[in-house]
């Protein structure tokens, strides 16, 4: 955790800031997948809302610290490629001492949720959209390069055909 501090965000609760400059792509920290989860039905609310990520193949897991508290914004300057079998973090873009890190969460999310979204970036979309393939086209073109293998793999089909589309 050397090159993050978990600490309070004006985005939402506790937001993870660098604490060194990144250059654009490179590696920021892995990601602890090691929490599967085995029966959902243990699984708490506060769980269920703010601390799962649903990967490949219907695998869920607890995300843990600092990457739970990564929040979404509209304006990220973070990315997730999967190296060697680990989930990495990776600079988006040349990012500052001090800044806070986050996520677009429709990166690599197929799922029908949704939330208000209070990120404050010039370009918010109001509404958080679960569903990487619901987001305007702009914006599935810009991201992606920033697909996960798996989630590629996995929607081949659809990413073909919206890449075929226009």
């Known amino acids: 955790m050397e090159n993050v501090v978990v600490k309070e965000s004006r985005i939402s609760g506790k937001g993870v800031f660098s604490a060194r400059s990144f250059k ?16 959902p039905s243990t699984l708490t ?8 990520d649903y990967l490949a193949n219907g695998k869920i897991v607890v995300m843990q610290a600092p990457e739970r508290y990564i929040n979404h914004s509209c304006n990220p300057n973070l990315y997730v490629k999967t190296v060697n079998g680990i989930r990495k973090v990776f600079a988006m873009r040349d990012i500052p001492k001090g800044e806070e890190l986050v996520f677009d969460y429709s990166i690599n999310g197929y799922n029908d949720g949704t939330f208000n979204c209070h990120c404050g970036s010039e370009n918010c979309r109001g509404i958080y959209q679960g569903n990487f393939f619901n987001l305007p086209k702009y914006l599935q073109k810009k991201y992606l390069p920033y697909l996960d293998d798996w989630f590629r793999e996995q929607f081949k089909e659809m990413i073909e055909s919206m890449c075929c589309s226009e």
């Open 24 to 39: 654009k792509d490179e590696e920021i920290l892995d990601i602890d997948d090691s929490h599967v989860v085995a029966d």
């Open 45 to 52: 609310k506060e769980q269920y809302e703010f601390e799962l």
